[in-house]
């Protein structure tokens, strides 16, 4: 069982900056990989990105490409996620999740067995 808990969350100014954190209560080699979602009122829980931990391998949706970066700190199990040039469409509430196997597709909902709380991400213009 792995629990997750995110951090960071917050209101900011369009074209500011915040960071995320998801502590993970197991090693993060224990698992595959891990992601990040978000889910906007009115609408579906959508990927944001995800890092695979044996190669480092990271991967985006389009909609942050070049704005958002994930990394991971295998000393402490934490993941984050690097937000910057934020936009109102950001707004949604930020979830961090935990897969444990490998799979091809760590940017799908499903792949994912373990999921934090979600933290709160509100961008003001």
């Known amino acids: 069982q792995v629990q997750l808990v995110e951090s960071g969350g917050g209101l900011v100014q369009a074209g500011g900056s915040l960071r995320l954190s998801c502590a993970a209560s197991?090693?993060?080699?224990?698992?595959?990989?891990m992601g990040w979602f978000r889910q906007a009122p009115g609408k579906e829980r959508e990927f944001v990105a995800a890092?695979?931990?044996?190669?480092?391998?990271?991967s985006y949706a389009d909609s942050v490409k070049g704005r958002y970066t994930i990394s991971g700190d295998n000393r402490n199990n934490t993941v984050y996620l690097q937000m910057n040039s934020l936009k109102s469409e950001d707004t949604a509430v930020y979830y961090c999740?935990?897969?444990?196997?490998?799979?091809?597709?760590?940017?799908?909902?499903?792949?994912?067995?373990?999921w934090g709380q979600g933290t709160q991400v509100t961008v003001s213009s």
């Open positions: 890092i695979r931990w044996n190669d480092g391998v990271t």
């Open positions: 999740a935990a897969r444990a196997g490998s799979t091809a597709r760590l940017y799908y909902l499903s792949a994912y067995q373990y």
């Open positions: 197991t090693r993060t080699f224990m698992t595959y990989g």
